[in-house]
């Protein structure tokens, strides 16, 4: 964004509707879709006759017929119970060729401490930028660091499509590209917060809209709150400072900003106002002053599924996990019950 005599100006998306259409970008796009996907039933079916395939859904995007399907549903435990709805190939399709061009775009607008689904950011950096900025606050641990941290109620579910699209539209001028998001975005309803309302866990496309989503959140934390220790990976986001009654304060106007400009609820339950040296809970990890731990669930999670799955790539996984923390005994015991239950000495 630019500001010029106290008026922002957004930038503007150069690419057209053409670009994101096109047979190169659908054919790049299926490159990227395929990777791990290859021995799955339904992609065997689509890559059978792909040209065909690819031609027949340029056309109809071309000649504006192209209409969003339904999903697939089903849940999984990462770690908690997510509902996830799946689109078919060929809408999954259509989400790549958008995320190619689009990403690329949005990230430029996105603050430095927004961490999640970015490249070259995730979970892994969060949790170092957490660290930095305790020390950067706390003067290197001496002097009492406190931390506010928060968590949105049911984020995918409320994310308003009327609202999403009016963000979009401030950065994208094509009206037809708007027209594609737009059959994307009301492709889904959430069963909690009714029509118009959601983005499925599933689409490649939610984890950007979702970023586009927060930054309007962002921005206003930066720059009208003018907060300098934030971090925000989805919808769990972290303030840092000396401060107690400062965080305190935060919260309202934190609260009214989500609601009344993006009809997001903080989560009641999930508002903790607490010392680093007290421990941190954030991002799987419990933090304090010198050094981090996995949460206690995380771990016993871990080693329920190393019973159940004594797999080199699950053990190797958790490894690279427990490398970012203080874990050497919980390692030990990973490495153990890996090395019997592979063995089936238990």
């Known amino acids: 964004m630019k500001e010029r005599a106290g008026i922002v100006r957004k930038i503007q998306l150069v690419h057209s509707y053409k670009d994101i259409i096109s047979l190169e970008n659908l054919c790049l796009a299926w490159r990227e879709f395929i990777v791990g996907k290859k021995k799955k039933k339904d992609v065997i079916l689509f890559d059978n006759n792909l040209m065909d395939n690819i031609v027949e859904l340029h056309g109809d995007l071309v000649n504006h017929i192209y209409a969003h399907g339904g999903y697939e549903s089903f849940y999984i435990n990462d770690p908690k119970r997510r509902h996830i709805h799946k689109a078919c190939v060929r809408d999954r399709l259509v989400h790549h060729a958008i995320y190619r061009i689009l990403y690329p775009?949005?990230?430029?607008?996105?603050?430095?401490?927004?961490?999640?689904?970015?490249?070259?950011?995730?979970?892994?950096?969060?949790?170092?930028?957490?660290?930095?900025?305790?020390?950067?606050?706390?003067?290197?641990?001496?002097?009492?660091?406190?931390?506010?941290?928060?968590?949105?109620?049911?984020?995918?579910?409320?994310?308003?499509?009327?609202?999403?699209?009016?963000?979009?539209?401030?950065?994208?001028?094509d009206k037809d590209i708007l027209n594609l998001l737009n059959n994307v975005i009301e492709s889904y309803d959430s069963k909690i917060n009714g029509k118009g309302t959601g983005l499925p866990l599933g689409n490649l496309t939610s984890q950007l809209f979702a970023n586009v989503y927060m930054n309007v959140f962002d921005q206003f934390v930066k720059h009208k709150l003018k907060v300098k220790n934030y971090i925000r990976y989805a919808d769990d986001f972290v303030f840092l400072s000396t401060d107690k009654v400062y965080l305190e304060n935060l919260i309202p106007k934190v609260r009214d900003f989500l609601m009344d400009k993006l009809k997001l609820t903080l989560h009641p339950n999930k508002i903790f106002l607490q010392t680093m040296a007290s421990g941190i809970d954030f991002l799987g990890w419990k933090h304090f002053t010198d050094h981090r731990v996995l949460r206690k669930t995380t771990q016993k999670r871990m080693l329920r599924r190393i019973q159940n799955s004594p797999t080199n790539e699950t053990f190797q996984s958790y490894l690279g996990l427990l490398k970012h923390g203080n874990a050497f005994d919980l390692s030990n015991e990973l490495f153990l019950r890996y090395w019997l239950y592979q063995n089936d000495y238990v």
Do not use: Q
Request: a positive charge; glycine letters at 2%.
């Open 105 to 173: 775009f949005f990230d430029r607008t996105f603050v430095g401490d927004s961490f999640s689904c970015r490249d070259d950011k995730g979970m892994h950096k969060a949790l170092d930028r957490f660290r930095s900025l305790f020390y950067k606050v706390s003067k290197n641990n001496t002097c009492t660091c406190w931390v506010l941290k928060c968590d949105i109620k049911k984020f995918f579910d409320s994310i308003d499509h009327k609202i999403l699209l009016n963000i979009l539209s401030e950065y994208i001028p």
